[in-house]
């Protein structure tokens, strides 16, 4: 949890990016905990105030919210809405069927506001402070994996055991919510493939995905383990991956296009002979995947505060290998959390 002064400075930029808005209304519970610290409720924003609906039961959470909660009851929001007789308000995030629940005279003054997203594209000092735990967290983990004592365990068996043992650790929930990602075998050749009952083997590549969760900011990191003897095509393809991470993230430097470094990714796949399935990376903070996209339709540049991933995988018919970090770039300093 942050101070009131600085979720009340959130508050002040996201009043000064509303523009042509009357009113911002949050309703993701990443977006509202940014502002307020708590992971619940509705907060509307205007250029001269704010209002935070909140269930009661939650108010001791908001402490530090430079909001104070009003008890959340039905149609209240609307109530507020009409009453300032706001024309524009944009919205955060919402579902279908939640859009079409909503009152016409209501639902025509609603357009999508990317406010949020461009804010928490960029990390506060604070922010950067748990990421860089989060990192700890997860690396050290890593660094306990014994590839020798992993032969005959189920891929259900070595998830759990890293799970427990990030947990013990100290993040918040298991690796992204839904849990990690463990990959052996010929199970590597997805990119996500689901955790399996099958025993990890000697000749196995076995795909790592996880990270942690220190006060709701996330690390994630990918490694990819020989297990035993591999034949020298999987040790290739391993080192490969490995070798183009460092080198993208050595071609990371403020105000670089960050869609340069998914082309320079994406084209040394190919000379390889390969194709690329995914994008090379990802913002991280309040949720695993944000802003900004590494990939090809990214329009921005790196950016001091801001944290993301940096991921290539490639993968064949018969295994696959992907290697990612995190990394922060804070001043003109660039930091990989999960070294």
């Given at each position: ?29 990443a ?18 105030g ?20 009003t008890k ?8 507020l ?8 308000v ?10 079409n629940?909503?009152?016409?005279k ?9 406010i ?13 402070a748990?990421?860089?735990k ?115 993230i ?10 340069e ?13 390969h ?5 090379s ?19 921005d ?39």
């Amino acid at each position: 949890m942050f101070s009131k002064s600085e979720y009340r400075a959130r508050i002040k930029r996201a009043q000064a990016m509303l523009g042509r808005l009357d009113a911002l209304l949050v309703t993701k519970d990443a977006n509202v905990r940014y502002f307020t610290g708590v992971e619940s409720g509705r907060l509307v924003i205007w250029k001269t105030g704010a209002k935070f609906f909140l269930n009661e039961v939650y108010f001791g959470l908001a402490k530090n919210s430079p909001v104070a909660p009003t008890k959340q009851k039905k149609d209240l929001v609307k109530e507020l809405v009409y009453s300032k007789r706001f024309r524009k308000v944009g919205i955060d995030d919402i579902t279908l069927p939640a859009y079409n629940a909503l009152e016409l005279k209501f639902r025509k003054l609603l357009q999508p506001s990317d406010i949020c997203i461009e804010l928490r594209k960029i990390k506060s000092k604070g922010e950067l402070a748990f990421l860089s735990k989060a990192g700890r967290i997860a690396t050290g983990v890593a660094r306990m994996i014994d590839e020798s004592r992993v032969v005959n365990m189920s891929e259900f068996e070595l998830a759990g055991l890293i799970e427990y043992e990030i947990r013990k650790a100290g993040s918040e929930v298991p690796p992204f919510g839904g849990g990690m990602l463990c990959m052996s075998g010929p199970n590597s050749a997805y990119p996500h493939a689901p955790v399996t009952g099958r025993k990890i083997k000697n000749g196995d590549l076995l795909i790592l995905d996880f990270g942690a969760v220190v006060d709701g900011y996330h690390s994630d990191m990918t490694r990819t383990l020989e297990i035993g003897k591999v034949s020298k095509d999987r040790h290739n393809l391993n080192g490969f991956v490995d070798w183009l991470k460092d080198e993208a993230i050595d071609r990371i430097e403020i105000d670089g296009k960050i869609s340069e470094v998914h082309d320079f990714i994406t084209k040394e796949i190919k000379k390889k002979g390969h194709n690329f399935y995914h994008l090379s990376g990802h913002g991280i903070g309040l949720d695993v995947h944000e802003a900004p996209s590494v990939g090809p339709d990214e329009k921005d540049v790196f950016q001091s505060g801001m944290v993301f991933t940096i991921e290539p995988g490639i993968y064949t018919t018969k295994y696959g290998a992907r290697s990612e970090d995190t990394i922060a770039l804070a001043g003109k300093r660039k930091k990989i959390l999960t070294i």
